[in-house]
């Protein structure tokens, strides 16, 4: 049984910085694009970064030069650091892995996904 778990997630100040953690079992995503979206109540989800098989990293605007995407293939774990947070990055913050070499910003592109990490920033 595939499963992607993520932990990381709590409550903290605007400024601060939390990392999140992707764990994923029942396969080997060394060969995934692994990817991070986030939902508010009420709107769509979004994309936030992803991390290519071969270390290729990309970003929404809204995060570039505050979060970073990093992977440990042997441990099949992807993370999210996240500093400088607003609450406008209170979401709920999701995992996803997608099969191949091309990243895509599209939640329909992906194929595995985690339940879920609540993230709130207050001001």
């Known amino acids: 049984q595939v499963q992607l778990v993520e932990s990381g997630g709590g409550l903290v100040q605007a400024g601060g910085s939390l990392r999140l953690s992707c764990k994923a079992s029942?396969?080997?995503?060394?060969?995934?694009?692994m990817g991070w979206f986030r939902q508010a109540p009420g709107q769509e989800r979004e994309f936030v970064a992803a991390?290519?098989?071969?270390?290729?990293?990309y970003f929404s605007d809204s995060v570039k030069g505050r979060f970073t995407i990093s992977r440990v293939k042997a441990e099949n774990t992807v993370y999210l650091q996240m500093n400088s947070l607003s609450p406008e990055d209170t979401a709920e913050y999701y995992c996803?892995?997608?099969?191949?070499?091309?990243?895509?910003?599209?939640?329909?592109?992906?194929?595995?996904w985690g339940q879920g990490s609540q993230v709130t920033v207050s001001s």
């Open positions: 991390i290519t098989r071969t270390g290729g990293r």
């Open positions: 996803a892995g997608r099969y191949g070499g091309n990243w895509s910003e599209g939640p329909e592109d992906y194929d595995y």
């Open positions: 029942g396969r080997d995503f060394s060969d995934h694009t």
